[in-house]
């Protein structure tokens, strides 16, 4: 099976061959792609050299599937050409995810709309794919009504030029700034552009994707959304308010009883998901259980995962197994 990952020198890419490895997808023949400046470089994946190719050669290699991780204007101008080849695009930018023609997908969830005329799959943003692995399984069983949700948002979120502020500022070198203000001992209000109805971009996708995921737009969500000067992972924190009342226990059992979950919950021995844990694993860490005192039928939660692995290049790995795994490449 020939794949392809387009963006493969980038964060994520480099994280999407990482996975790739560590899962034994099988692949036959790897094609690495980048932008012209890359091209002819060479990258090792599962102890072979592979050099780097541009668009255009590996869109005439005819790769079973892509996977894309090379921002919105790469995914607009290429994924049709790639799904026009015959190739199976699964795309981890926001530019296809809100298009009523292709599916918003997170494999625990709803890997089952899939079918084999789906040749462009939208990945969801990475904040979404955690809070809904932990919302999904509740849903069914209680009905959820309205969400609110704060994220506390890692710096590799914003790429490799975020990592270098921080570093920068850590020891006091002039640099290039991937933010507006120093992110060192700092928190920022922003993360994405802001839209006309004062809510940022990354705030909206929390809003709009979750609807499209869950395939429920009577769901009603609100977003906060904080850059951190974190490395690890995002957090968020998540209060949900169900038609339905509840047994914290029993909310407790169906998060642990969730694939793709772990429930790390006991005050008594501080026991509560951080991003310093979540660093380089695949799981949704959800703690922090606990009723909202304040209003009936109310939890409240602190969820945290690891946004270059389950938020962006394992969520796309595991879409491609699915799709494997069902005969629908």
């Not at 692995?133 to 959820?144: F, G, N, S």
């Not at 909202?292 to 690891?306: G, K, R, Y």
Request: net charge negative; aromatic share 6%.
């Amino acid at each position: 099976m020939k794949i392809a990952v387009v963006g493969a020198t980038g964060m994520v890419g480099e994280v999407m061959l990482k996975v790739l490895a560590e899962r034994n997808f099988p692949v036959t023949e790897l094609i690495p792609v980048a932008s012209e400046r890359s091209v002819g470089k060479e990258i090792e994946f599962n102890g072979k050299k592979y050099k780097v190719v541009g668009l255009e050669t590996a869109v005439s290699m005819k790769p079973e599937i892509a996977l894309f991780s090379a921002g919105g204007d790469t995914s607009k101008e290429w994924a049709p050409k790639f799904a026009e080849a015959g190739t199976t695009v699964i795309d981890n930018s926001s530019a296809w995810r809100m298009d009523a023609t292709k599916k918003l997908v997170v494999p625990e969830i709803n890997a089952n709309v899939l079918t084999k005329e789906d040749k462009i799959i939208a990945n969801p943003n990475c904040s979404t794919i955690q809070m809904v692995m932990a919302l999904a399984p509740l849903h069914q069983k209680y009905t959820i009504e309205r969400v609110i949700v704060s994220t506390y948002q890692s710096i590799t979120g914003t790429g490799v030029k975020a990592v270098q502020q921080l570093e920068n500022e850590y020891t006091g070198t002039k640099g290039e700034m991937a933010y507006p203000y120093p992110i060192h001992r700092n928190a920022i209000p922003q993360c994405d552009v802001f839209e006309d109805n004062g809510y940022t971009k990354e705030e909206m996708k929390l809003v709009r994707e979750t609807k499209k995921i869950m395939g429920d737009d009577s769901i009603r969500v609100t977003a906060t959304a904080i850059r951190i000067p974190v490395v690890g992972g995002h957090s968020e924190a998540v209060n949900i308010e169900f038609a339905n009342d509840f047994d914290v226990n029993q909310v407790r059992a169906i998060l642990h009883d969730t694939p793709g979950v772990t429930v790390q919950d006991n005050t008594d021995t501080k026991t509560y998901p951080m991003p310093i844990y979540a660093e380089g694993k695949d799981d949704v860490f959800v703690g922090r259980i606990r009723r909202d005192e304040s209003q009936p039928n109310t939890l409240n939660m602190w969820i945290v995962a690891d946004n270059l692995r389950k938020g962006a290049a394992t969520n796309t790995v595991q879409i491609a197994e699915y799709l494997v795994a069902n005969g629908l490449v």
